[in-house]
């Protein structure tokens, strides 16, 4: 625990969130750091240009997610200046896009990269379909490039087995139903859990306690069943 006289450790939570998978495992992450007495800062990375979810067809959805593949920017808002204040750990967290960070979190690493997270400590979260390590080696990559400090990562994949999770997360972009389609008893939900939801929470109470007691925090272990389905 902290003395009275002593700053509490602060954190900021820099994200951008498509469908609000992300978002929704960031609040559970988020309360609990708070409940170690951690100060939580949040900023959402926010696209100029819209974008719609679901995309809504088929078509545009495929030529989407083939510009991603090939790693496509989409230019995003300046960020508030309370970003590059020295936070303790900055979570860096998107979703998997045809196994890439987003096209927002690309555009703010080019922009931003080297004033937000160098010598600063990083731990990225991935939401995602369930292909996230080539997203993980190229933003780690990346990061270390601006002398970020990346022990470690948080992956959280949607629950179904494959191949139905890649047809019902494809089919929902298009604005489909894939839960009440002839596949529906293999794919009974889009996106994560209420175990998983719960299992951020516990993951930001590791994250709280580690900061507030000065350990290490690439000894933590984040890679648990509930979280990679």
Same mark, same amino acid.
């Given at each position: 625990?902290?003395?009275?006289? %002593?700053?509490?450790?602060?954190?900021?939570?820099?994200?951008?969130?498509?469908?609000? %998978?992300?978002?929704?495992?960031?609040?559970?992450?988020?309360?609990?750091?708070?409940?170690?007495?951690?100060?939580?800062?949040?900023?959402?990375?926010?696209?100029? %240009?819209?974008?719609?979810?679901?995309?809504?067809?088929?078509?545009?959805?495929?030529?989407?997610?083939?510009?991603?593949?090939?790693?496509?920017?989409?230019?995003?808002?300046?960020?508030?200046?309370?970003?590059?204040?020295?936070?303790?750990?900055?979570?860096?967290?998107?979703?998997?896009?045809?196994?890439? $960070?987003?096209?927002?979190?690309?555009?703010?690493?080019?922009? #931003?990269?080297?004033?937000?997270?160098?010598?600063?400590?990083?731990? $990225?979260?991935?939401?995602?379909?369930?292909?996230?390590?080539?997203?993980?080696?190229? @933003?780690?990559?990346?990061?270390?490039?601006?002398?970020?400090?990346?022990? #470690?990562?948080?992956?959280?994949?949607? $629950?179904?087995?494959?191949?139905?999770?890649?047809?019902?997360?494809?089919?929902? @972009?298009?604005?489909?139903?894939?839960?009440?389609?002839?596949?529906?008893?293999?794919?009974?939900?889009?996106?994560?859990?209420? &175990? %998983?939801?719960?299992? &951020?929470?516990?993951?930001?109470?590791?994250?709280?306690?580690?900061?507030?007691?000065?350990? #290490?925090?690439?000894?933590?272990?984040?890679?648990?069943?509930? &979280?990679?389905?």
């Amino acid at each position: 625990m902290t003395s009275p006289a %002593q700053k509490s450790p602060s954190v900021l939570i820099l994200y951008f969130s498509f469908s609000s %998978q992300t978002k929704n495992l960031l609040h559970s992450l988020a309360e609990g750091i708070a409940q170690e007495n951690v100060t939580v800062e949040w900023e959402r990375i926010k696209p100029l %240009q819209h974008l719609r979810f679901p995309i809504g067809s088929v078509m545009k959805t495929f030529w989407m997610m083939l510009e991603t593949f090939f790693r496509k920017r989409y230019p995003i808002e300046p960020l508030d200046e309370k970003c590059f204040s020295g936070y303790d750990l900055i979570i860096l967290a998107g979703p998997t896009w045809s196994y890439n $960070p987003s096209g927002p979190v690309l555009a703010l690493l080019d922009r #931003d990269g080297e004033r937000l997270f160098a010598g600063r400590r990083v731990l $990225p979260l991935i939401s995602c379909r369930g292909y996230w390590r080539m997203h993980w080696w190229g @933003l780690r990559r990346i990061l270390r490039k601006y002398k970020a400090l990346v022990d #470690d990562l948080i992956v959280f994949s949607h $629950p179904s087995r494959e191949p139905w999770r890649t047809l019902g997360v494809f089919l929902k @972009l298009a604005g489909k139903v894939p839960e009440r389609m002839w596949f529906s008893r293999y794919y009974r939900k889009y996106g994560h859990t209420n &175990a %998983q939801i719960l299992e &951020a929470e516990r993951f930001g109470i590791m994250i709280g306690k580690a900061l507030v007691e000065g350990t #290490d925090l690439g000894q933590l272990n984040f890679k648990s069943k509930k &979280a990679l389905v």
